[in-house]
């Protein structure tokens, strides 16, 4: 399913955007309502996140202005406001489901997939680089079809670099990723995950395929390029 996270906080944009795709969906960002409107009219979402208070139009215009253009993906706000009054609101601008802030990501996750059953559409469930498969249903990671032995950090760092392989994640990311925002990890933990993870997949015969950008971080590449 492709869903559209619409939030001017970019920060909290970036995590929602990881933890959906971690989780099978096909994601964009816009941060801002008009360009929100404009990417729905130019894509098709199955799913709209938005936030109430978005700078030049809010979510609450921008659920009311696509749903009187006949959008019929599911649509969940996101808001601070959480009075009765803010909540029908929101609702009968064309909202399918509401989320306070602040909630955990599994909440989010769990409404997502609540509208994605009405949608009846099934999502990616396996991502791939190389011989490299990351299987979402089952939380898995494998090389040439032999699942790797991974801990739980382990997996959320090789499966952030699977899902945008060539593309540099800088360490700071990483450690909120797999850590958590706010975690007091030092680079070197860090790295000696990463000796980790390369250890496990030299052992299952994929060498190379983690790439150390110096000075920023990793990015998995093609291990003879």
Same mark, same amino acid.
């Given at each position: ?163 945008? &392989? ?7 990311l990483i450690i909120e990723i797999v850590w958590g ?41 093609? &291990?003879?390029?």
């Amino acid at each position: 399913m492709r869903v559209l996270i619409a939030e001017d906080d970019e920060r909290l944009a970036k995590m929602l955007r990881l933890h959906l795709e971690r989780a099978g969906y096909q994601v964009d960002v816009a941060h801002d309502g008009v360009t929100a409107i404009e990417q729905c009219q130019t894509f098709r979402y199955d799913l709209l996140v938005l936030d109430w208070m978005m700078p030049y139009k809010s979510g609450i215009e921008v659920a009311t202005e696509l749903r009187g253009e006949r959008f019929e993906g599911g649509i969940l706000m996101l808001t601070a406001r959480d009075t009765e009054i803010d909540l029908v609101h929101g609702l009968d601008s064309g909202a399918d489901d509401y989320l306070v802030k602040p909630f955990q990501a599994n909440e989010l996750l769990a409404r997502l997939r609540a509208l994605s059953r009405r949608q009846k559409k099934a999502f990616v469930s396996v991502v791939s680089y190389q011989e490299l498969e990351l299987d979402i249903t089952t939380q898995t990671i494998s090389y040439a079809h032999h699942p790797l032995d991974l801990t739980r950090r382990e997996f959320e760092f090789l499966s952030l670099l699977l899902r945008r &392989p060539e593309q540099v994640m800088g360490r700071e990311l990483i450690i909120e990723i797999v850590w958590g925002i706010g975690a007091d990890i030092t680079d070197n933990a860090l790295d000696a995950l990463v000796r980790l993870v390369r250890k496990k997949l030299d052992a299952a015969g994929a060498p190379s395929l983690i790439k150390t950008v110096r000075g920023f971080g990793y990015r998995l590449g093609d &291990p003879h390029a």
